[in-house]
């Protein structure tokens, strides 16, 4: 016999040990299934199947462990700030303020994000620059400006915790506790982070109804902007045909019901970018001033608006699309009307009717849904 396969049976013939002493003792019984317990995501009719990481499928175990976590305050330095003191439940999951602000009350240059069905993200952070919610969960804890912890003292700190090694345990089948599964289960939590009942997704399904103004608010969020009939230039591209409409289809998408396209644009906010925005994260000058199109879900429960929470309202938030936005050298095609003399033309009776669709937006189940709650301290 070979060394190597001598070691391995060596290897297997003592976990088989260890796993027998532990069937063996009687105060900690075993589940028959020897498993968590599969997750089942509620997802509403019009919103598409969530893929899920075959590395960290969902279970209720730890959805469970990753809600105790992100409420936990034990994830920052002073062990004053959680997760949820940027991302309140009530607020969509952000914080309502311009920037945030870490737990040495330095203030940062960015804007909480919401954090509504993150679970169908591709990038993640304004710039995009984590790829996977397990890969963003990591981030925050150590962030200076934000929770400015070590992940040694976090794991140290909840392995001698009275429960989380229990709930890890349950979770993963380990109590060792280390960063990536406190990343995962987290991650897990976010992915249950599901808005698609409100009053707009009711009347897509016909379940309910939203007022005309809404509806008409809608039509025109999925038409090109500029007067009917008129020919729109688009930059390096086939000009379009005006319908009157407010152009925010685009970027916003609305087909799948996610209002994101997922991509990363400069919708005109400044002529010369303060944050490089995606550009920080590639190093391409093409992408100066770009940032990923945020969900327009929940959009009247997570003011101020955009990357560094400029616009206080929604009314300056369409004022700005009014204008058009400042050109330059990276600015969107789809923002056509960057030219000082053209308008989108959002008279004073559309504007109202988009507002209107924008808040039938406002899912309150996902707002208050109890699930989301803090759950206070662990508990088996
Ligand atoms: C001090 C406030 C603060 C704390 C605490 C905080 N965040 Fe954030 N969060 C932010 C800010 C600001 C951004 C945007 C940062 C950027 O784009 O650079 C963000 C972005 C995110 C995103 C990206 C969402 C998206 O759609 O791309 C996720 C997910 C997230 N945070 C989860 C968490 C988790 C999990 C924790 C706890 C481990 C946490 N945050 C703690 C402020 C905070
Ligand atoms: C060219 C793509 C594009 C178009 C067209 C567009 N948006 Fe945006 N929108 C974005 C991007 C990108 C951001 C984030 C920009 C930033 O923060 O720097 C954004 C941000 C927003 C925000 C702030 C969201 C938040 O969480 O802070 C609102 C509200 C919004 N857009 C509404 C609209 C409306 C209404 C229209 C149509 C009138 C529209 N957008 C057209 C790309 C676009």
Not at 3 to 28: F, H, K, Q, S, T
Not at 35 to 41: A, F, K, M, N, V
Not at 186 to 212: C, H, V, W
Not at 264 to 272: E, P, R, S, W
């Amino acid at each position: 016999m070979s060394r190597p396969i001598r070691i391995i049976l060596l290897l297997v013939g003592a976990m088989a040990l260890v796993a027998g002493c532990r069937r063996e003792e009687p105060d900690e019984p075993v589940p028959q299934t020897g498993g968590p317990s599969p997750y089942t995501l509620n997802i509403p009719a019009n919103l598409p199947p969530m893929a899920q990481p075959a590395d960290n499928p969902l279970t209720e175990e730890g959805v469970r462990l990753g809600r105790f976590l992100f409420f936990e305050e034990r994830l920052s330095g002073d062990n004053g700030m959680s997760c949820a003191s940027c991302h309140k439940p009530a607020l969509a999951f952000s914080d309502g303020k311009a920037v945030s602000k870490g737990i040495d009350s330095i203030a940062g240059t960015r804007s909480a994000m919401p954090l509504i069905n993150a679970g169908y993200g591709q990038f993640f952070f304004w710039d995009g620059r984590a790829s996977s919610l397990e890969q963003q969960a990591l981030e925050p804890v150590t962030n200076p400006i934000e929770m400015h912890d070590t992940w040694p003292n976090v794991m140290a700190e909840l392995q001698a915790d009275a429960v989380y090694p229990a709930l890890f345990k349950r979770a993963f089948g380990t109590d060792q506790i280390d960063s990536l599964l406190v990343a995962k289960a987290l991650a897990q939590y976010m992915r249950t982070l599901i808005s698609g009942n409100s009053p707009f997704d009711k009347f897509r399904r016909g379940e309910g109804t939203i007022s005309a103004d809404a509806q008409a608010g809608y039509t025109l969020f999925n038409l090109e902007g500029g007067a009917p009939g008129q020919l729109i230039p688009v930059a390096g591209s086939t000009p379009v045909i005006g319908q009157g409409g407010a152009d925010c289809f685009h970027c916003h998408t609305a087909d799948a019901g996610l209002f994101t396209d997922e991509q990363f644009h400069n919708n005109g906010l400044d002529a010369v970018p303060a944050d490089a925005g995606r550009a920080g994260v590639t190093g391409n000058a093409a992408d100066l001033g770009r940032f990923k199109t945020p969900t327009l879900r929940n959009i009247m429960a997570t003011a101020p608006y955009m990357h560094d929470g400029r616009f206080a309202t929604i009314d300056e938030v369409l004022d700005h699309y009014n204008s058009g936005g400042h050109p330059s050298a990276t600015v969107d095609p789809f923002m056509k009307f960057t030219d000082p003399d053209m308008e989108l033309g959002l008279d004073p009776a559309k504007r109202a009717q988009i507002k209107a669709f924008l808040q039938a937006l406002t899912d309150e189940e996902f707002l208050n849904n109890p699930a989301f709650q803090d759950p206070g301290p662990p508990q088996l």
